[in-house]
Nanobody, 121 residues
Framework: QVQLLESGGGSVQAGGSLRLSCAASTYIFSTYYMSWFRQVPGNEREGVAAIDSDGHTTYADSVKGRFTISRDNSKNTLYLQMNSLKPEDTAMYFC???????????????WGHGTQVTVSS
């Protein structure tokens, strides 16, 4: 069982930045595929960014060039740096982990409880 705890959400004006963190409870964090998803009430969960154990990354077209996913295996922590935020980025953001590489598909085994990001115009 892997527990994930997100932090770093908040309210920001359009054009601003936020950095999300996701702390994982496993000492073998480096072997997990990790990702960030977001969800707006009434909509499906959307894959935002994913990173594999070697550091290779994948991004949704909607965030390319603005968001950066990274991981620090020594701290068992996943990050999402979000720049040039837009009102349409407003959502609950979740991190996810699995030993299978689902990339941006919402089929990961382990999920955090989410952190809210609100971007005002």
């Amino acid at each position: 069982q892997v527990q994930l705890l997100e932090s770093g959400g908040g309210s920001v004006q359009a054009g601003g930045s936020l950095r999300l963190s996701c702390a994982a409870s496993t000492y073998i964090f480096s072997t997990y595929y990790m990702s960030w998803f977001r969800q707006v009430p009434g909509n499906e969960r959307e894959g935002v960014a994913a990173i594999d154990s070697d550091g290779h990354t994948t991004y949704a077209d909607s965030v390319k060039g603005r968001f950066t996913i990274s991981r620090d295996n020594s701290k068992n922590t996943l990050y999402l740096q979000m720049n040039s935020l837009k009102p349409e980025d407003t959502a609950m953001y979740f991190c996810a982990a699995d030993r299978i590489n689902w990339v941006l598909l919402p089929r990961y085994l382990f999920w955090g409880h989410g952190t809210q990001v609100t971007v005002s115009s």
